[in-house]
């Protein structure tokens, strides 16, 4: 896993801001393939933890993957709203897009 920037600047990221939403990349340049909201370290643990059945096998074929902070804050109504919206952006592959995100985002959590 690769962070995209500085990763002390992403640690920071997560420590000032209870919930955010991040991305993963196949590799930097290219659109995500997946879309979520995490707090704490979540989005480090795709490959011990998946929620997401196929995100998980992907990231294991994977030598490296990106991961971007899109945006972070205290207040996880907002981080939720700011998901579903880069995943209304980004699309499912179920309906043209490159997210291996099977359901809209916030509350709808369903993999």
């Given at each position: ?15 000032r801001?209870k919930h955010?939403v991040?991305?993963l990349f196949k590799?930097?340049?290219?659109p995500?393939f997946y879309?979520g909201k995490?707090s704490?370290n979540?989005c ?5 933890n998946?929620?997401?059945?196929a995100?998980?096998?992907?990231v294991k074929?994977?030598d ?8 972070s804050s205290?207040n ?6 700011l998901e579903?919206s880069?995943i209304?952006?980004f699309?499912?592959?179920l ?8 359901s809209?985002g ?6």
């Amino acid at each position: 896993m690769i962070w995209f920037g500085e990763k002390s600047l992403f640690k920071k990221s997560l420590l000032r801001h209870k919930h955010y939403v991040y991305a993963l990349f196949k590799e930097e340049g290219l659109p995500p393939f997946y879309v979520g909201k995490g707090s704490g370290n979540r989005c480090r643990y795709h490959t011990s933890n998946p929620g997401n059945k196929a995100v998980g096998r992907l990231v294991k074929k994977l030598d490296t993957y990106y991961v971007g902070i899109l945006a972070s804050s205290e207040n996880e109504d907002a981080v939720l709203r700011l998901e579903e919206s880069f995943i209304l952006k980004f699309k499912s592959i179920l309906y043209g897009g490159t997210l291996l995100n099977f359901s809209s985002g916030g509350r709808n959590t369903a993999s």
